[in-house]
C-alpha cells in the first residue's frame, strides 16, 4: 500500500510513501479519497485539473489535502486516482480522477473538518520519499 | 499502555485531582502545566501526547497561570482535547488552534414533561422522525440554503437570526452562553470558501462524536439546583444534543491558521507545534481572526437553534401537542471550543484576559454577573455528555473554577481508544442490537460511526464529572441516561 492510517486518539493521521515527490503527494491524497468515500464505490469517469500553491512544501501537502476535501465537501466530487504533473517545493499541479457524489451509490467514510499541521511531515529517506499528515476528524 | 516515558514521570500530585509538570520538564515553557485527574486515570488514561501538547501549549507567548488540562484530556492537534489556556490582552497570544476547527462546538439540553413510560412506547417512530428531521453524517444538507445576506446575517446575529425565522423563541436565547450571540462578529473578516462550505449545512448534526439523544433523567443529586433548571426528577425525558459550526467554522480555522503560519516570524514566535501558531491578540491576524470566529460562533448558535426548532417539531408530530404543552424548554447550550475576552482575577489584580478552551465547558460558579438571572443563584450549568452506552450529565459551575481553571470544566468523557481501534475492537459485534438489548434504540448511517462511538472507546464520564466536582470546579446536578440516539 502505498498509504496506511495512523492511529490517534481523537483523529486519524496518514503515512504515505512514494519512489518521487510527485508519488508520495499522488499516494497521500489516495489515502484521503479513500478515507472520505469507499474508492471500490468511485468511478472514474470525470478528470479534474487541481493546482495548489503554498510558501514551502509541508504547507503544500496541507493545502493539497485541504483542496481535495473541501471538493468533496463543497462541489461534491469524489475522487479515487490522482497523477501530479508537476511539482515543485511550492506549486503543484495534478489530474485527479473520479466522479460527482451519488449518495446512493457511494459509500462514504469519515468526514474530515480540516488537515492539520499537528506532527506534520514531507521527507525524503534511503527509498524515497515519505509524508505524515493527521486530519481532523 | 506504557506508563515509562517523558511527562508522565516528571509531574507532581499537588493534591487528590490534581497534577503539576513543572517548567523545568521542557526548554521554553513560560508557565507550568496542570492536569486534573485521579490517580487511577493519570495511571491508566492520560497520554503522554497530551501531556506533551499540555507542555507546547505552555510555550505560547503572554499565557498566564497555568497550561491547564482538564481530566478528560486527550491527545489533539496543537492543544490538547481538554486544554485550557489564557493569554495576556494586549500582550498575549491568540491561537486559532487553541479554539480547534469546530469553533462553538457546544452541547444543548432541552426538557420535556414526558416520562420515560409515555416515550418508551413511541420511541422507535420518534427516533426515526428525529433521524429525519436533523439530517446527520458525512455530506448531509440542511432544509435551509443561505443566501449570502442571510449568511451575514447568520453571522452577526446568531440564534437570534434563527428566532427571527420562527426557530424558537427569546426565552431560548435567554438560556443559551452569550445569549447566542457574540459581539464583534465582522463577516468581512470570512472569505468565500468558508461561505461555501456552510451554505447548505445550517440544521445539521455533521459526523464524528456529533449526536442527538432522548434521555431520561437517572439520577438527581442537587434538587434546589434541578428544580431551578425544570429537572422535576427520574424518569423525566429530556433532549440533549451535541454539534457546532460545521464546516464554515472548519475551513475559517484552517484559512486563519495558514494566514498566521506565515506571519510567525514578523512576531518573532516560534513555536514547537505549527498547529499551535498564533498571534498576538491586537495585531491585525489576531483581530481579525477573532472576528471571523465569533462569526462561526454565531454560526454554530444559529445552527443549535435550527436543530432545537426540529426536535420540538419532531415531538409535536410524535405526541401530537405543541411544544409548550409538552414543556420543552431549553435548559442551556454551552460551548466547549472557543476563545473568550473574560475579565479574571490574577494575582489579586483584576485583568483581561484570553481564555481558549479547547475541548473545555465555562462553568461560571454561582453569582456570577455572565451567568443568566434565572441560573445565577445556583451557578451556570455545564453539559457533559457521556458515551451513547452509558450516561450525561448535567452540572452547574462550582465555587472553585475561577480560582483554579478560568471558571472551566470538562467537556464530555474523552476517548480513550482511536477510531481504528475501536472499529477493531468491535468488529462482528451488532452494536446496534447489543444498545437495543439494553433498551436504547440507536440510528446512524452505518456500523462503523456506531463502533467509533461505543462505550468502549470512552473513558467513564461518572469518573471525569468526580474529579471536576472533587476539584471544585463544577457541582454535579443530574445523571441523565440514554433512551435513543443518533450518531452522525
Given at each position: 500500500m502505498p498509504y496506511k492510517y495512523l492511529e490517534h486518539t481523537a483523529d486519524t493521521g496518514i503515512i504515505a510513501n512514494g519512489r518521487s515527490l510527485a508519488e508520495v503527494f499522488e499516494s497521500a491524497a489516495e489515502g484521503l479519497a479513500a478515507l472520505l468515500c469507499e474508492p471500490d464505490t468511485v468511478k472514474e469517469t470525470t478528470s479534474r485539473e487541481i493546482t495548489v500553491s503554498a510558501p514551502e512544501l509541508e504547507a503544500l501537502m496541507v493545502d493539497w489535502l485541504a483542496e481535495i476535501n473541501y471538493q468533496f465537501e463543497v462541489d461534491r466530487f469524489a475522487y479515487r486516482r490522482f497523477k501530479v504533473n508537476r511539482i515543485t517545493e511550492t506549486e503543484l499541479r495534478a489530474t485527479g480522477q473520479g466522479e460527482p457524489i451519488d449518495p446512493k451509490r457511494h459509500r462514504f467514510g469519515e468526514q474530515v473538518k480540516a488537515v492539520t499541521y499537528h506532527q506534520l511531515e514531507v521527507k525524503r529517506g534511503a527509498d524515497g520519499w515519505s509524508a505524515r499528515v493527521i486530519l481532523d476528524i | 499502555m506504557a506508563r515509562t516515558t517523558g511527562a508522565i514521570r516528571a509531574l507532581k500530585q499537588i493534591d487528590e485531582t490534581l497534577w503539576e509538570l513543572p517548567t523545568s520538564y521542557k526548554q521554553g515553557m513560560r508557565v507550568p502545566g496542570r492536569v486534573f485527574a485521579s490517580e487511577r486515570m493519570m495511571r491508566e488514561a492520560v497520554e503522554d501526547q497530551a501531556l506533551e501538547q499540555m507542555a507546547n501549549v505552555a510555550q505560547l507567548p503572554g499565557i498566564v497561570g497555568y497550561s491547564l488540562a482538564m481530566p478528560d484530556i486527550h491527545w489533539g492537534y496543537g492543544f490538547p482535547i481538554g486544554g485550557v489556556a489564557a493569554t495576556r490582552v494586549p500582550d498575549g497570544v491568540i491561537s486559532p488552534g487553541g479554539v480547534g476547527f469546530d469553533i462553538n462546538c457546544g452541547v444543548r439540553l432541552v426538557r420535556t414533561d414526558l416520562t420515560e413510560e409515555e416515550v418508551r412506547p413511541r420511541l422507535e417512530t420518534l427516533i426515526s422522525k428525529l433521524?429525519?428531521?436533523?439530517?446527520?453524517?458525512?455530506?448531509?444538507?440542511?432544509?435551509?440554503?443561505?443566501?449570502?445576506?442571510?449568511?451575514?446575517?447568520?453571522?452577526?446575529?446568531?440564534?437570534?437570526?434563527?428566532?427571527?425565522?420562527?426557530?424558537?423563541?427569546?426565552?431560548?436565547?435567554?438560556?443559551?452562553?452569550?445569549?447566542?450571540?457574540?459581539?464583534?462578529?465582522?463577516?468581512?473578516t470570512v472569505g468565500e470558501r468558508p461561505r461555501k462550505r456552510g451554505a447548505e449545512q445550517i440544521g445539521t448534526l455533521g459526523s464524528g462524536n456529533h449526536f442527538l439523544e432522548v434521555q431520561a433523567v437517572d439520577q438527581v443529586f442537587e434538587s434546589k439546583a434541578a428544580d431551578a433548571m425544570g429537572i422535576t426528577g427520574r424518569g423525566q425525558v429530556v433532549v440533549m444534543f451535541h454539534c457546532g459550526s460545521r464546516g464554515f467554522g472548519h475551513q475559517i480555522c484552517e484559512d486563519y491558521v495558514r494566514e498566521i503560519s506565515g506571519m510567525l516570524p514578523g512576531y518573532g514566535i516560534s513555536l514547537p507545534d505549527r498547529q499551535l501558531a498564533c498571534a498576538p491578540v491586537k495585531s491585525p491576524e489576531g483581530r481579525n481572526y477573532l472576528r471571523a470566529m465569533r462569526c462561526a460562533a454565531n454560526f454554530a448558535w444559529a445552527n443549535r437553534q435550527t436543530i432545537l426548532h426540529a426536535t420540538r417539531e419532531s415531538f409535536e408530530r410524535e405526541f401530537g401537542r405543541s411544544w409548550r404543552q409538552l414543556g420543552m424548554h431549553q435548559v442551556y447550550d454551552v460551548s466547549h471550543n472557543m476563545a473568550k475576552i473574560e475579565e479574571h482575577e490574577v494575582e489579586g489584580k483584576k485583568s483581561t484576559l484570553c481564555v481558549h478552551r479547547k475541548g473545555a465547558t465555562r462553568s461560571f460558579p454561582p453569582g456570577h454577573e455572565d451567568i443568566p438571572e434565572r441560573y445565577r443563584a445556583i451557578g451556570q450549568p455545564v453539559l457533559i455528555p457521556g458515551d451513547m452506552g452509558r450516561y450525561s450529565f448535567l452540572c452547574v459551575g462550582g465555587p472553585d473554577a475561577l480560582e483554579k481553571s478560568w471558571g472551566s470544566a470538562c467537556h464530555g468523557a474523552g476517548r480513550v481508544q482511536s477510531r481504528a481501534a475501536a472499529r477493531r475492537h468491535l468488529k462482528g459485534r451488532d452494536i446496534r442490537a447489543e444498545l437495543a438489548s439494553r433498551g436504547i434504540v440507536a440510528k446512524s448511517r452505518g456500523w462503523a460511526s456506531l463502533a467509533e462511538e461505543a462505550t468502549e472507546a470512552y473513558k467513564d464520564v461518572e469518573e471525569v464529572v468526580r474529579v471536576c466536582e472533587r476539584a471544585g470546579l463544577v457541582r454535579n446536578v443530574a445523571r441523565l441516561r440514554p433512551l435513543g440516539v443518533i450518531t452522525g
Open positions: - | 433521524y429525519a428531521n436533523v439530517p446527520s453524517g458525512v455530506g448531509s444538507e440542511g432544509m435551509i440554503r443561505l443566501s449570502a445576506r442571510d449568511a451575514d446575517e447568520v453571522m452577526r446575529r446568531g440564534a437570534s437570526w434563527a428566532v427571527a425565522r420562527g426557530y424558537g423563541v427569546d426565552e431560548d436565547l435567554e438560556v443559551t452562553e452569550e445569549r447566542g450571540c457574540m459581539a464583534d462578529a465582522d463577516p468581512d
